[in-house]
């Protein structure tokens, strides 16, 4: 299975967006980059950096170092609608992101499945990940939001998951529509959705590294015991 990732990022966001810490341009430039750099070095065939702030992540010269890698890259960007944005929140504007990377994607046109991750995240163990994937013939899958081992909160993690393009336009990007930061973040809106569509379960838990815009500090980053192994999520398989 060709591992395709698409990365949203959104390097320099308005002013006044709520939950959000981490504004300096430099910095969410800087921990965006390195994130794009572990995917490379973790073996990802391809790689579809989208920004909805107008912004180009890698320079030329990086593109050429990763090809050498075989990693091919495919930088794609817009400049989203700064009022509505900051009026929604993030949940709703990289839901407009992932609307955007399927429509205008030559990498995701040629492909059925993805995963997505969130910028400034990578997954360490993505290389296990893949491989249940590819094991158990998984087509879709989200995993719950565990925090620092809090399993109550009734949202999904929109980090890091992978999907098939039809889930994505049709049942994902809905939810992510119903998003507003003043009221319900998309973590609860895909939570709910995913219970009504589809099956729970326990798998691995991806190993996610990296910076939380909202708080703009390294995310938790330790064992969470037993539910490394088998942590909540909801999948389908072919």
Same mark, same amino acid.
């Given at each position: 299975?060709?591992?395709?990732?698409?990365?949203?990022?959104?390097? *320099?966001?308005?002013?006044?967006?709520?939950?959000?810490?981490?504004?300096?341009?430099?910095?969410?430039?800087?921990?965006?980059?390195?994130?794009?750099?572990?995917?490379?070095?973790?073996?990802?065939?391809?790689?579809?950096?989208?920004?909805?702030?107008?912004?180009?992540?890698?320079?030329? !010269?990086?593109?050429?170092?990763?090809?050498?890698?075989?990693?091919?890259?495919?930088?794609?960007?817009?400049?989203?609608?700064?009022?509505?944005?900051?009026?929604?929140?993030?949940?709703?504007?990289?839901? &407009?992101?992932?609307?955007?990377?399927?429509?205008?994607?030559?990498? +995701?046109?040629?492909?059925?499945? %993805?995963?997505?991750?969130?910028?400034?995240?990578?997954?360490?163990?993505?290389?296990?990940?893949?491989?249940?994937?590819?094991?158990?013939?998984?087509?879709?899958?989200?995993?719950?939001?565990?925090?620092?081992?809090?399993?109550?909160?009734?949202?999904?993690?929109?980090?890091?998951?992978?999907?098939?393009?039809?889930?994505?336009?049709?049942?994902?990007?809905?939810?992510?529509?119903?998003?507003?930061?003043?009221? *319900?973040?998309? &973590?609860?809106?895909?939570?709910?959705?995913?219970?009504?569509? +589809?099956?729970?379960?326990?798998?691995?838990?991806?190993?996610?590294?990296? %910076?939380?815009?909202?708080?703009?500090?390294?995310?938790? !980053?330790?064992?969470?015991?037993?539910?490394?192994?088998?942590?909540?999520?909801?999948?389908?398989?072919?």
């Amino acid at each position: 299975m060709p591992s395709t990732v698409l990365i949203t990022t959104a390097t *320099s966001p308005p002013e006044g967006m709520p939950f959000l810490q981490m504004t300096n341009v430099a910095a969410r430039f800087i921990t965006a980059k390195a994130a794009a750099f572990f995917w490379a070095a973790q073996g990802v065939e391809q790689l579809v950096i989208a920004d909805a702030t107008g912004s180009t992540l890698l320079k030329e !010269d990086e593109v050429t170092l990763l090809s050498a890698m075989n990693v091919a890259v495919e930088q794609i960007h817009y400049q989203q609608d700064d009022a509505l944005i900051t009026s929604r929140g993030k949940g709703y504007a990289e839901g &407009e992101l992932i609307k955007f990377a399927l429509n205008e994607s030559d990498f +995701l046109q040629n492909e059925t499945s %993805f995963f997505k991750c969130t910028g400034k995240v990578y997954c360490r163990n993505f290389a296990q990940i893949q491989q249940t994937i590819e094991a158990h013939r998984i087509r879709n899958i989200f995993w719950k939001h565990l925090g620092e081992g809090d399993i109550t909160k009734p949202w999904a993690d929109t980090r890091f998951f992978y999907t098939t393009k039809y889930f994505c336009e049709h049942y994902l990007l809905p939810a992510y529509m119903n998003a507003d930061d003043h009221t *319900s973040a998309a &973590e609860y809106f895909v939570f709910n959705m995913l219970n009504e569509t +589809l099956p729970q379960s326990k798998t691995l838990r991806p190993l996610l590294s990296g %910076f939380e815009g909202g708080t703009g500090r390294p995310y938790f !980053d330790f064992s969470l015991g037993a539910l490394d192994a088998s942590c909540p999520c909801w999948l389908n398989t072919l």
